[in-house]
């Protein structure tokens, strides 16, 4: 008979659960794609009910459920904090302590209330309820590193905002066993320093840390000193301590305080205005410091234990430019990061903690890692989606594969955007060939219809290239797998286009507009794209399609943005794909074997409250 294990996280941000069969991860998915909120924090009914429906089991079919972190640490952690910083951030802890109160202190009680509400929907009223386990949060992290991964033995560097206490945490994991090594303690955090400029650059914490990281190369880094002196002493070995005068995310609703603000000499951006060169300085120097210190620790850890290879983990694991240079440096022989590597991720991780250390189940180490290309979500068969289309009475042909790839290499080359809803959905927050919208990286105008027609988002955000993994190092300066667009690339120096003497004095937004290789919607303005690796193995479709791409053009890439719009999650149905499909200026969607072509679709007028659904990230 087999054993489920299954794991949630949930309210704080991107809520999820994950679920495992004898130890293999079979499912897994994060609440926001169901409910629609973006970061979803509820708990997560949904993605409790796809994982059980994927396997037809009830709750009582399962071993245990384990939950992601410790909530009374982390109580004790608020507590202490306000009781340090009293009478300051008074307000913060009233608000804090009425959510406390009312749900997270008795998070026992109310996760129990919850699954029995998952199980009475399904019909399972009166079945008995598993045992109910916590983690910690840097364990979560670190065993959902860990345990997919390709390696027998490593090391394991956790860095994120916070969890109960660790903001940075260090570990070794040998066969089923994760042992601590050491750990940094809130409040200095990286995360929540990288969080702090994105905060005063005026996007959302959270979820905005990316634009900011995307912004970087916009900029030179002027501030790099300043913040050395002034914010963060960082040591030779990567350990560090931040100056917390300059901070109010301790003690109050904001990220950063008056004398931040008076040392760079403004007031926070507010979201939505003029993102001016000042912002984009900001972001390069934070990044530059970010790099800094990921670097010096992952020395300082290998030089330490003598180990030869990496995992990542933690929201601060998902900057891929500092993945990338890390990649470069050759620091250890082998470094490998989990796809969801913020909260959501940690469901697996519990999900493994439960399995291998509360369990102690012996590991099976998979050679390339276990996480199936992070295809872990819902799919839909091409009967779903006939029965779908026929029903809302939507114009479709269905092809088969080969004319199917065909067609679509003809529209990619017309310099038509595609939705393209393909088998599992994705777990974690990239697009990776089951929910994208795909272009020709050689179109020049591509990322400004994608960001501002398609997307409705800046037109600073670069676009991401999927290559075919045999052709990688033939387009970028890299010889290793990227499948989850987690490391980002210098592109071929023989790809790469010369600036004149006049292109080279832009600086800013004006060097959006000059095509830096004959790749322009991929290539950053520093040369450099966020690579993911297409193999045939994980994703054969996906495959298939770039591989009649190329043999069309020549060019063994496309470009990949995730299926949704600005401040949407990615979509997750063929229901989702289609309303995307017709609100925005896809020229095609692909859902499965079936084409449909906005020109045949029935007008539908524009509709400008749906941009209002969703909250601009």
Same mark, same amino acid.
């Given at each position: 008979?087999?054993?489920?294990?299954?794991?949630?996280?949930?309210?704080? #941000?991107?809520?999820?659960?994950?679920?495992?069969?004898?130890?293999?991860?079979?499912?897994?998915?994060?609440?926001? &794609?169901?409910?629609?909120?973006?970061?979803?924090?509820?708990?997560?009914?949904?993605?409790?009910?796809?994982?059980?429906?994927?396997?037809?089991?009830? $709750?009582?079919?399962?071993?245990?459920?384990?939950?992601?972190?410790?909530?009374?640490?982390?109580?004790? &952690?608020?507590?202490?904090?306000?009781?340090?910083?009293?009478?300051?951030?008074?307000?913060?802890?009233?608000?804090?302590?009425?959510?406390? $109160?009312?749900?997270?202190?008795?998070?026992?009680?109310?996760?129990?209330?919850?699954?029995?509400?998952?199980?009475?929907?399904?019909?399972?009223?009166?079945?008995?309820?598993?045992?109910?386990?916590?983690?910690?949060?840097?364990?979560?992290?670190?065993?959902?590193?860990?345990?997919?991964?390709?390696?027998?033995?490593?090391?394991?560097?956790?860095?994120?905002?916070?969890?109960?206490?660790?903001?940075?945490?260090?570990?070794?994991?040998?066969?089923?066993?994760?042992?601590?090594?050491?750990?940094?303690?809130?409040? #200095?955090?990286?995360?929540?320093?990288?969080?702090?400029?994105?905060?005063?650059?005026?996007?959302?914490?959270?979820?905005?840390?990316?634009?900011?990281?995307?912004?970087?190369?916009?900029?030179?880094?002027?501030?790099?000193?300043?913040?050395?002196?002034?914010?963060?002493?960082?040591?030779?070995?990567?350990?560090?301590?931040?100056?917390?005068?300059?901070?109010?995310? #301790?003690?109050?609703?904001?990220?950063?305080?008056?004398?931040?603000?008076?040392?760079?000499?403004?007031?926070?951006?507010?979201?939505?205005?003029?993102?001016?060169?000042?912002?984009?300085?900001?972001?390069?120097?934070?990044?530059?410091?970010?790099?800094?210190?990921? $670097?010096?620790?992952?020395?300082?850890?290998?030089?330490?234990?003598?180990?030869?290879?990496?995992? $990542?983990?933690?929201?601060?694991?998902?900057?891929?430019?500092?993945?990338?240079?890390?990649?470069?440096?050759?620091?250890?022989?082998?470094?490998?990061?989990?796809?969801?590597?913020?909260?959501?991720?940690?469901?697996?991780?519990?999900?493994?903690?439960?399995? #291998?250390?509360?369990?102690?189940?012996?590991?099976?180490?998979?050679?390339?890692?276990?996480?199936?290309?992070?295809?872990?979500?819902?799919?839909?068969?091409?009967?779903?989606?006939?029965?779908?289309?026929?029903?809302?009475?939507?114009?479709?042909?269905?092809?088969?594969?080969?004319?199917?790839?065909?067609?679509?290499?003809?529209?990619?080359?017309?310099?038509?955007?595609?939705?393209?809803?393909?088998?599992?959905?994705?777990?974690?927050?990239?697009?990776?060939?089951?929910?994208?919208?795909?272009?020709?990286?050689?179109?020049?105008?591509?990322?400004?219809?994608?960001?501002?027609?398609?997307?409705?988002?800046?037109?600073?955000?670069?676009?991401?290239?999927?290559?075919?993994?045999?052709?990688?190092?033939?387009?970028?300066?890299?010889?290793?797998?990227?499948?989850?667009?987690?490391?980002?690339?210098?592109?071929?120096?023989?790809?790469?286009?010369?600036?004149?003497?006049?292109?080279?004095?832009?600086?800013?937004?004006?060097?959006?507009?000059?095509?830096?290789?004959?790749?322009?919607?991929?290539?950053?303005?520093?040369?450099?794209?966020?690579?993911?690796?297409?193999?045939?193995?994980?994703?054969?479709?996906?495959?298939?399609?770039?591989?009649?791409?190329?043999?069309?053009?020549?060019?063994?890439?496309?470009?990949?943005?995730?299926?949704?719009? &600005?401040?949407?999650?990615?979509?997750?149905?063929?229901?989702?794909?289609?309303?995307?499909?017709?609100?925005?200026?896809?020229?095609?969607?692909?859902?499965?074997?079936?084409?449909?072509?906005?020109?045949?679709?029935?007008?539908?007028?524009?509709?400008?409250?749906?941009?209002?659904?969703?909250?601009?990230?």
């Amino acid at each position: 008979m087999s054993s489920f294990v299954l794991g949630l996280s949930c309210y704080y #941000h991107d809520s999820a659960a994950a679920l495992l069969k004898d130890g293999e991860i079979i499912s897994a998915a994060q609440e926001e &794609r169901f409910s629609r909120k973006k970061h979803d924090s509820s708990f997560p009914k949904n993605a409790v009910s796809y994982c059980l429906k994927s396997q037809k089991i009830s $709750l009582s079919d399962i071993k245990e459920i384990v939950y992601y972190e410790k909530p009374l640490i982390t109580f004790e &952690r608020l507590l202490e904090t306000y009781l340090g910083t009293a009478p300051r951030g008074g307000r913060s802890f009233v608000a804090a302590m009425q959510v406390w $109160l009312k749900e997270k202190l008795f998070l026992k009680t109310e996760l129990k209330k919850n699954l029995k509400a998952v199980q009475n929907s399904l019909g399972f009223d009166s079945l008995k309820m598993p045992i109910l386990l916590f983690s910690e949060h840097h364990l979560s992290h670190a065993a959902a590193a860990f345990y997919p991964s390709p390696f027998q033995e490593s090391v394991i560097l956790c860095m994120d905002g916070v969890g109960e206490w660790a903001t940075t945490s260090t570990w070794i994991g040998k066969g089923k066993d994760i042992k601590p090594l050491w750990q940094i303690s809130f409040p #200095h955090s990286l995360g929540l320093l990288y969080s702090a400029f994105t905060y005063y650059c005026g996007f959302k914490v959270n979820s905005g840390e990316y634009k900011l990281m995307g912004l970087a190369p916009y900029g030179e880094s002027r501030y790099v000193d300043k913040i050395k002196d002034n914010l963060i002493d960082i040591k030779e070995d990567g350990t560090f301590r931040l100056e917390m005068s300059y901070f109010k995310y #301790h003690r109050g609703f904001r990220m950063t305080g008056r004398k931040f603000h008076k040392l760079f000499g403004r007031p926070p951006r507010q979201g939505e205005t003029e993102i001016t060169q000042f912002h984009m300085d900001l972001a390069s120097s934070i990044q530059v410091v970010t790099e800094e210190i990921i $670097l010096k620790l992952a020395k300082s850890l290998r030089e330490e234990t003598g180990i030869k290879n990496l995992c $990542l983990a933690g929201g601060v694991a998902l900057n891929c430019v500092a993945n990338g240079k890390l990649l470069q440096k050759n620091i250890f022989d082998d470094i490998w990061i989990q796809p969801a590597s913020g909260d959501s991720g940690s469901a697996l991780g519990a999900a493994l903690v439960g399995w #291998h250390q509360h369990l102690e189940q012996e590991r099976v180490v998979n050679t390339s890692d276990s996480m199936k290309g992070t295809y872990l979500g819902p799919e839909f068969s091409n009967v779903d989606i006939i029965n779908y289309l026929e029903q809302i009475k939507a114009p479709f042909q269905t092809n088969s594969d080969p004319e199917l790839f065909e067609r679509l290499a003809e529209e990619l080359e017309k310099g038509h955007v595609i939705g393209w809803f393909n088998g599992p959905m994705e777990f974690g927050p990239r697009a990776l060939g089951g929910r994208s919208i795909i272009g020709d990286p050689r179109n020049q105008k591509m990322q400004s219809v994608m960001n501002l027609k398609i997307k409705y988002r800046e037109s600073f955000r670069p676009f991401a290239p999927s290559v075919l993994e045999e052709d990688v190092s033939n387009q970028f300066e890299m010889n290793v797998k990227s499948p989850y667009m987690l490391l980002v690339a210098p592109v071929k120096k023989e790809l790469c286009k010369k600036m004149t003497e006049e292109e080279d004095k832009l600086f800013g937004i004006e060097k959006l507009n000059i095509p830096r290789s004959s790749l322009p919607a991929i290539t950053h303005v520093d040369y450099s794209a966020r690579v993911q690796t297409v193999s045939k193995t994980t994703n054969s479709r996906y495959h298939e399609l770039i591989s009649a791409f190329k043999r069309k053009t020549g060019c063994p890439i496309i470009v990949n943005t995730s299926f949704n719009v &600005r401040g949407e999650p990615i979509v997750c149905t063929p229901q989702d794909a289609y309303r995307c499909f017709m609100r925005t200026e896809i020229d095609v969607l692909v859902l499965q074997n079936q084409i449909l072509f906005k020109s045949n679709q029935p007008k539908v007028g524009r509709d400008e409250t749906w941009m209002q659904e969703f909250e601009l990230d």
